[in-house]
């Protein structure tokens, strides 16, 4: 077990497949664990059965989809529904990746800033899209909230506006943080174990407490697993609400 | 990318931190496109309107169920009530089968004891008058047996026959008296 809570994060080159820009290209075991991310989402929502009383895994896939499409009616509005497959991909693949990096040994993808931004911005690229395209100039309503006295007014809009531009890096951060701070945690009492395990038996003794520390930090993860992505997927429901009712 | 991993281990000093190393940022960006986007294709195409279709299926058939067994208990509701409705018919047509037979029996004997009656009337009537002309004329043979009797009882008292009709209009008087 490396000793350094750091070395978990580290991207590791599995082959090169070309460059973009002077920027090499690679598949890492990054790419790896979305790729099996996608994999698990996959098996789960295509392998399992069909049948009028669904078995264990049918109704965990029944699940996901019944608790994102009521996630998203109830923030969004059954307008949102278009945006369900958008949803549903983000959620699942969070949720699955975040669960995977549970797991001892494993890589977090969303331990990396560039990933949650990336999948930030893309919700934040949707609904500026879709907000114009959908509400033309209204959508610019959206940073004019109504009933505010007129002369704090332009206070207001400036507020807005930079909230409104914050708001993929505050999406980003939280998730990133999140995991990564979890993961750091996790392996700082682990190591622990480790090196208090290296003693003898005065150390055996004296890391139950940090082997206790890490079971519960592992539950605790495991909820911050599901919970972060539950939080990104309802923030992005709350921002294509906007882009669908700009009006507040 | 993972060359500075390496060769900042190989040198010893500490490697940068990871998710800070800009250099690997087009990697993990084209991973993530590659994987995001067939993972949206998966499940807007496939995954999520073959689970809806399950899901709503099975709404379809609950409600169906419901329906069935909302028509089979209304069914049954109209069945019973039909019974019910045949039940009091029947029961309605025998009491009046049997209130007209009882009354068809009731003139039957009516008219036959009227029959009857009238019968014995007839015969009563008959026999009253045979009563009255047997007495009649047994009143009129007592006159004359009267008579004879008074003629003979005149003549052995007087020893003369009396006259006919003086003691014919005698026996009347007594017997009027």
Not at chain 1, 133 to 149: A, E, I, Q
Not at chain 1, 150 to 158: D, G, H, N, R
Not at chain 2, 111 to 132: M, W, Y
Request: aromatic share 10%; charged share 15%.
């Amino acid at each position: 077990m490396a000793a350094d809570p750091i070395q978990q994060f580290a991207l590791k080159k599995i082959f090169t497949i070309g460059q973009i820009g002077g920027q090499e290209i690679a598949i890492t075991n990054s790419s790896a664990y979305m790729f099996l991310s996608v994999a698990v989402i996959s098996l789960l929502m295509l392998g399992t059965g069909r049948q009028l009383i669904p078995g264990r895994m049918q109704s965990v896939a029944e699940l996901s989809y019944e608790f994102v499409a009521s996630t998203i009616r109830s923030t969004a509005g059954a307008e949102g529904m278009k945006f369900f497959p958008l949803v549903f991909s983000l959620f699942m693949f969070i949720c699955i990746s975040n669960v995977i990096g549970v797991i001892p040994y494993t890589f977090t993808v969303s331990s990396h800033l560039i990933v949650t931004f990336g999948l930030a911005l893309l919700v934040f690229c949707i609904v500026l899209i879709y907000g114009f395209y959908k509400n033309g100039l209204k959508f610019f309503k959206l940073f004019v909230p109504s009933g505010v006295p007129l002369y704090i007014l332009p206070l207001v809009v400036v507020v807005e506006v930079i909230s409104f531009f914050l708001k993929p890096v505050s999406h980003s951060v939280r998730l990133f943080a999140n995991m990564l701070a979890g993961h750091i945690a996790l392996k700082v009492f682990a190591s622990f174990v480790g090196m208090l395990g290296a003693i003898g038996f005065v150390g055996w003794v004296g890391a139950i407490l940090p082997l206790g520390l890490t079971v519960a930090l592992t539950a605790l993860e495991l909820l911050v697993a599901f919970l972060q992505a539950y939080v990104f997927t309802i923030l992005t429901c709350i921002y294509l609400n906007d882009a669908i009712h700009p009006g507040h | 990318m993972a060359t500075t991993a390496q060769t900042a281990a190989d040198g010893g000093q500490k490697p940068p931190f990871p998710p800070f190393q800009t250099e690997t940022y087009a990697s993990q960006l084209v991973s993530l496109l590659i994987a995001f986007v067939a993972l949206y294709l998966i499940v807007s195409r496939i995954a999520l309107p073959r689970v809806g279709k399950t899901i709503n299926d099975r709404q379809a058939a609950i409600e169906g169920d419901l329906a069935a067994a909302q028509r089979l208990k209304d069914e049954s509701d109209n069945a019973l009530k039909a019974y019910e409705s045949e039940l009091a018919a029947a029961r309605s047509r025998a009491q009046a089968i049997g209130a007209e037979t009882r009354e068809k029996l009731n003139a039957a004997s009516e008219a036959e004891r009227k029959a009857l009656e009238d019968k014995l009337s007839v015969r009563l009537a008959e026999a009253e008058k045979t009563i009255a002309s047997t007495r009649e004329t047994a009143m009129s043979n007592v006159r004359g047996i009267a008579a004879e009797a008074a003629t003979a009882i005149v003549q052995r008292l007087t020893g003369v026959v009396p006259d006919g009709k003086a003691v014919t209009s005698a026996v009347d008087a007594s017997l009027k008296g």
